[in-house]
């Protein structure tokens, strides 16, 4: 069983599109995240959900709407996409508590904005 | 807010050499290093990690060193074989209030072990 997945894997679209990345856990944490990855590589956190409720959100430009509908799930939906989006996004989950800091990443999405 | 260096962003051993990653952050708050490992076209996996009340940990092959006075904190991977080629990510945070779970990552280094 895969402990956090995210769907889809791969996504190609179109600037100005609108486009959703799903994704579960099934380990019973409280907190999840979503992270973008860069074409350089360089991590950067988006946003982060604690049982349900909005933690953070890092300066992110507002065509980007997190959902969490119950604390094992957190989506993204991206509105009019920009060449600049393309990355690969992943969500992550993390337990409460003393583990609060320690994720467990998903495969991530690749988007790609032509 | 935290800001995390990583260096070097590339590093080049021979199968069986130590490889050695160095970290700086900027927030004397952070209380939690953890370092990532990350295959091309895989997901980041923790490797390792060390809470500020330690200043040293070790996990067979790789140990993760911590100097709280200087800010910074290192990965040492002895004995490299091929399968250690990766990119290494060191991340800082600390736990509480608005930051709660939150890793800031340095820039990575991507670390190729010759065979």
Redesign the interface.
């Given at each position: 069983d895969t402990a956090v997945s995210q769907t889809p894997k791969y996504l190609v679209t179109q600037m100005g599109n609108d486009k959703s990345i799903k994704c579960e856990q099934n380990l019973g944490h409280d907190?999840m995240?979503w992270y973008k990855q860069d074409s350089?590589?360089?991590?950067?956190?988006m946003f982060?959900y604690?049982n349900k409720e909005l933690?953070?959100n890092e300066t992110v430009p507002n065509r980007f709407s997190p959902k969490s509908p119950d604390k094992a799930h957190l989506n993204l939906h991206i509105n009019s996409l920009e060449l600049g989006d393309s990355a690969v996004y992943?969500c992550a989950s993390?337990r409460g508590g003393s583990g609060?800091?320690?994720?467990?990443?998903?495969?991530?999405s690749r988007l790609t904005v032509l | 807010g935290e800001n995390v260096e990583q260096h070097p962003s590339t590093l080049s051993v021979q199968e069986g050499d130590s490889a050695v990653i160095k970290c700086t952050y900027s927030d004397s708050a952070s209380n939690?290093f953890?370092w990532y490992k990350?295959e091309l076209g895989?997901?980041?996996?923790?490797i390792i990690?060390i809470r500020s009340n330690v200043g040293e940990k070790k996990d067979q092959r790789i140990a993760v060193t911590l100097n709280k006075t200087a800010k910074h904190f290192s990965l040492h991977i002895t004995e490299t074989q091929p399968e250690d080629s990766a990119?290494y990510?060191c991340a800082a945070?600390r736990?509480g209030g608005?930051?709660?779970?939150?890793?800031?990552?340095g820039?990575?280094t991507i670390l190729t072990v010759h065979p």
């Open positions: 907190t995240y350089k590589k360089f991590l950067k956190i982060s604690n933690i953070i992943f993390s609060a800091n320690v994720l467990t990443f998903g495969a991530g | 939690y953890p990350q895989k997901r980041p996996q923790l990690d990119v990510f945070s736990r608005t930051s709660y779970g939150k890793l800031t990552f820039q990575g």
